[in-house]
């Protein structure tokens, strides 16, 4: 198993640009999430799924989507980066009430 | 929604001491708090984790008490080594589901 893997690793964007980072996890798991981490502020929900076509906020929902169209995938979308977005983002994935594994994490720059 | 508090930000020990690390939480439904540790780099990493059903769980040098009744958990460390250094976060689950985070512990041992 790859467990939880995330694309790209590193990425640099301008204000205003747009992308999505990719997560996908092979160990059928329902629950996915996306966490960002500040210097000082832990790890902070951003969204989450409980099971394909089913997301929810987390802490921190704004300037964030997401779709859940698959088990596997839960891509999160930026439509208008901006630089309070400059971040370490994980993805982790669950069964319910169980061990969260994490990916290796996206280092996102907005410049 | 969850709200997780975690103390102290930091904690330097001598190798060999014990180190221990505290969270409160404010939702008394919650029933699984675990514990993570990431290193430098690296995405979160479960290390012990314990369901609300018993009060304390060992894992060789690892420990962690639940006190449900005042809403906090503690993870705690003996005889620390230096590959303990690391920044150790406490997590319990919103609504069941998805984790919401303390703002970590950077523990450093020293030799």
């Known amino acids: 198993n790859a467990g939880v893997t995330q694309t790209p690793k590193f990425q640099v964007l301008k204000t205003g640009q747009s992308m999505t980072l990719q997560c996908a996890q092979d160990?059928?798991?329902?629950?996915m999430s996306w966490y960002r981490q500040d210097p000082g502020m832990g790890l902070r929900l951003i969204h989450y799924?409980?099971?394909?076509?089913?997301?929810d906020q987390g802490e921190v929902p704004n300037g964030y989507n997401v779709s859940r169209s698959t088990t596997e995938d839960f891509p999160l979308r930026l439509l208008s980066a901006a630089p309070s977005q400059t971040s370490v983002y994980f993805c982790a994935s669950s069964y319910p009430g169980d061990t969260q594994y994490f990916g290796p994490g996206t280092r996102l720059t907005v410049l | 929604g969850e709200n997780v508090e975690q103390h102290p930000s930091t904690l330097s020990v001598q190798e060999g001491d014990s180190a221990v690390i505290k969270c409160t939480y404010s939702d008394s439904a919650s029933n699984y708090f675990p514990w993570y540790k990431q290193e430098l780099g690296k995405g979160p990493q479960l290390i012990i984790d314990?369901?609300?059903?018993?009060g304390e769980k060992k894992d060789q040098r690892i420990a962690v008490t639940l006190n449900k009744t005042a809403k906090h958990f503690s993870l705690h460390i003996t005889e620390t080594q230096p590959e303990d250094s690391a920044v150790y976060f406490c997590a319990a689950p919103q609504a069941g589901t998805a984790l919401i985070f303390g703002k970590g512990t950077t523990l450093s041992v020293s030799s």
């Open positions: 799924s409980v099971g394909a076509g089913i997301t």
């Open positions: 160990m059928n798991h329902e629950y």
């Open positions: 314990i369901r609300s059903n018993v």
